[in-house]
């Protein structure tokens, strides 16, 4: 399980593979000052190889899909696709940090004619309590 | 390897990135917005929200309580499934009746029974509709109600300025409660065909209205709903009656001048046509039906069935997601036509093949029997088109 910036998700580990389910959640005043909500649901496999005892790189895919809706009725929803590196520090407990970067994709369901995209370079970070682990 | 992870870090950290794969929806989202906004700003239809719509009304007359029970069962299914619009009509004889003194009451509690229901409402305020005026009772002429008062016409200043007293209410009651568009004539086109008004004046006295209209909320549409008859035969005043509005507005119903039910291979062809006459406007369909004919007979007078019914709204809304100009439709209606109203409307006509054609359209027009308010096939098309454009 995993506190996420923003959101929260779970996930399972085995053969230096980890697979997760992420939700995410972020709400705030667009630049016109109206409020929106975006939400994301999100699947993610990746691969990892230990660097030392404590450490470990990794790199995966992430697949989503994210509803966003304002205060002035604009709805809508769509997909992000992304692939990323990152490193995972283990700590004392069952705790460890995680943080990961890399190129990601959205898109949006065409309203009217018109569709969204962004492509930018995305960082996911999470503290992850691990069930289990091996030392 | 970690020396090479911190490098790219690094350099996504120095040259720019989002926090969290949401950021990047939320982003996409918003460049989405940016763009409908950009393109509303050039469109009439502001206050709509943004995509495309479908709603109905439900009926013009009270319903036997099973029946009200269905309607309202019905209107509670589609805003879950995401309606979000509505319509009201009501003619502006019912809204002054005596001049000066308006009865807002009953449009008021419509209009604020929808917005608590979170629906978004089209207004059609009648002048003119189909063949008959709906002015206030002193500017008509007491024996005809196809003549207004002599010496005046439906653009006369005197006409226009009680009209725009009527506006300086109405307008500001519809748009606080979430009213985006207002139709001031409803099928004008056949007072025009009979010769009972002048298309000139159907167009300035539109031009004249939506000047009003627009000085007190200049984000309100305006229109005047015409029939998609006039579109099939090229009508020539049809042009200027669009002109002369933000957004084109049509009654279409798939039946031919006998009231046969046409093939759904029609509908797309007859849409595109709408859209044509639209004259690159957005368009508005106030009112789309389709009969079911009378069941248990066959073949019906009009050629209409349960399954044809159904196909045409399952084409209709294919058609309609096809074209994004085509920004909202209302079914016509919700429930069919009672005997009772049938019978008032067809007055004293003598029978003939075309009044019992009319008589077994309106009478199952609906989405839901008068009589016992169960539903006709076509509803779950409906319900499917509603969730269809669901954004």
């Known amino acids: 399980m995993a506190v996420l910036w923003p959101g929260l998700s779970i996930g399972y580990r085995a053969f230096n593979w980890a697979y997760e ?3 995410q959640f972020m709400g705030g005043h667009a630049d016109k000052g109206t409020g929106y909500n975006a939400t994301l649901g999100s699947v993610r496999a990746a691969r990892g190889v230990p660097l030392a005892r404590t450490t470990r790189v990794y790199a995966g895919l992430e697949a989503g899909w994210f509803t966003y809706s304002t205060d002035d009725d604009f709805r809508t929803k769509g997909m992000t696709l992304g692939a990323y590196v990152g490193l995972e520090k283990f700590f004392k407990g069952p705790f460890s940090f995680a943080f990961d970067i890399g190129p990601y994709w959205a898109g949006t369901r065409e309203i009217q004619g018109e569709s969204g995209s962004e492509f930018d370079a995305v960082i996911n970070a999470a503290v992850r309590w691990n069930f289990g682990r091996e030392k | 390897m970690r020396k090479t992870v911190w490098a790219v870090t690094g350099f996504f950290v120095l040259t720019g990135f989002r926090w969290g794969t949401v950021d990047i929806g939320r982003k996409a989202a918003e460049n989405q917005k940016t763009s409908l906004d950009a393109k509303s700003e050039n469109g009439a239809l502001s206050l709509l929200p943004t995509g495309q719509h479908l709603g109905y009304i439900a009926g013009f007359e009270s319903f036997p309580p099973a029946t009200e029970a269905a309607v309202r069962s019905a209107q509670t299914q589609a805003i879950a499934k995401g309606m979000r619009v509505a319509r009201v009509q009501t003619d502006w004889s019912a809204l002054e009746i005596s001049p000066g003194v308006f009865n807002k009451t009953n449009l008021e509690n419509q209009l604020s029974a929808l917005r608590a229901a979170n629906l978004k409402p089209f207004l059609t305020l009648t002048t003119a509709d189909s063949d008959t005026f709906e002015l206030p009772a002193d500017l008509m002429d ?23 007293d009527l506006m300086d209410w109405v307008v500001p009651l ?3 409660n979430g009213g985006w568009g207002l139709s001031i004539a409803n099928e004008p086109g056949t007072l025009i065909d009979d010769g009972h008004l002048s298309a000139f004046e159907m167009a300035n006295f539109a031009r004249s209205a939506r000047s009003h209209i627009q000085s007190l909320d200049s984000r309100l549409a305006v229109t005047v709903t015409m029939r998609y008859q006039e579109v099939l035969v090229s009508a020539a005043y049809l042009p200027s009656i669009i002109a002369a509005c933000d957004v084109a507005c049509f009654n279409y119903y798939p039946q031919d001048p006998n009231f046969y039910v046409e093939s759904t291979s029609t509908v797309s062809g007859r849409v595109a046509a709408l859209l044509q006459a639209a004259d690159g406007k957005e368009m508005v369909i ?13 073949p019906t007078n009009i050629g209409g069935s349960l399954s044809r019914q159904s196909a045409f709204f399952h084409e209709f809304i294919n058609q ?8 909202a439709a209302f079914v016509f209606q919700m429930v069919d036509w009672s005997s009772g109203l049938t019978n008032g409307f067809l007055g004293g006509l003598p029978p003939a093949p075309w009044v019992e ?4 359209t309106m009478r199952t027009l609906g989405l839901l029997r008068y009589e016992d308010g169960t539903s006709r096939p076509a509803l779950a098309e409906f319900y499917a088109g509603v969730e269809r454009f669901k954004n």
């Open chain 1, 21 to 23: 389910g992420r939700w």
């Open chain 2, 142 to 164: 007491p024996s005809d109600s196809q003549k207004l008062k002599a010496g005046l016409t439906l653009d006369s200043p005197t006409v226009v300025a009680r009209f725009n």
């Open chain 2, 174 to 176: 519809l748009v606080s």
């Open chain 2, 286 to 298: 106030q009112e789309v039906g389709c009969p079911g004919g009378y069941e248990g007979v066959t």
């Open chain 2, 320 to 327: 309609m997601a096809a074209r994004p100009k085509l920004r």
């Open chain 2, 357 to 360: 054609a009319v008589r077994e």
